[in-house]
T-cell receptor, first 115, second 111 residues
Framework: ETGVTQSPTHLIKTRGQQVTLRCSSQ?????VSWYQQALGQGPQFIFQ???????GRGNFPPRFSGLQFPNYSSELNVNALELDDSALYLC??????????????FGEGSRLTVL | EDQVTQSPEALRLQEGESSSLNCSYT??????LFWYRQDPGKGPEFLFT???AGEEKEKERLKATLTKKESFLHITAPKPEDSATYLC????????????FGTGTLLAVQP
């Protein structure tokens, strides 16, 4: 069984640039969510995708956007990067679309540094 | 507002010295409470899900319990490899599997 995989593992950008992070969900999982984890903090929910549509969003501005593809993989895009966007970005997968409770399985994350 | 508070922020134990980590929560319509372990620079690793007050789950040296207001993660005779940050999260009512996390407890077990 393949777990959640994310790429790239590390990247450095400058303020104002744009970034795309990628995630492949665990085998059999059709729901993907993204979290932002600042240093010393718990992960914060960005949004969730199910059946290629966003079906839930946390308190993040529109410059954070995403996609889900037919194979359930997903992308997180962040435009107009700010220094505070520096964080570990985590992708998590599960099944069911959110209609029932269930554990989320996380990838290793993408460490973004904005200079 | 849904909220999760973990204590202590950091805990240092000697190998074999048992202790407990606390997670108190305020949530509208608890669907589940989750414990994760996170090693430095890595993603959270799932440990337990608890769904209702009175429920208990065990795995090796770890035992998680749940009441209507808090959860405890008991660590019995810890080993140095148990050193990590332990995160508690709740899943509230709604249309998503959104987790609300606490800030974690950093556990260090010294040999």
């Amino acid at each position: 069984e393949t777990g959640v995989t994310q790429s790239p593992t590390h990247l450095i950008k400058t303020r104002g640039q744009q970034v795309t992070l990628r995630c492949s969900s665990q085998s059999g999982h059709n729901t993907v969510s993204w979290y932002q984890q600042a240093l010393g903090q718990g992960p914060q929910f960005i949004f969730q995708y199910y059946r290629e549509e966003e079906n839930g969003r946390g308190n993040f501005p529109p410059r954070f956007s995403g996609l889900q593809f037919p194979n359930y993989s997903s992308e997180l895009n962040v435009n107009a990067l700010e220094l505070d966007d520096s964080a570990l970005y985590l992708c998590a997968s599960t099944s069911g679309g959110g209609t029932s409770p269930g554990e989320l399985f996380f990838g290793e994350g993408s460490r973004l540094t904005v200079l | 507002e849904d909220q999760v508070t973990q204590s202590p922020e950091a805990l240092r134990l000697q190998e074999g010295e048992s202790s407990s980590l606390n997670c108190s929560y305020t949530v509208s319509g608890l669907r589940g409470l989750f414990w994760y372990r996170q090693d430095p620079g890595k993603g959270p690793e799932f440990l337990f899900t608890l769904y209702s007050a009175g429920e208990e789950k065990e795995k090796e040296r770890l035992k998680a319990t749940l009441t209507k207001k808090e959860s405890f993660l008991h660590i019995t005779a810890p080993k140095p490899e148990d050193s990590a940050t332990y995160l508690c999260a709740v899943q509230a009512g709604g249309a998503t599997n959104k987790l609300i996390f606490g800030t974690g407890t950093l556990l260090a077990v010294q040999p």
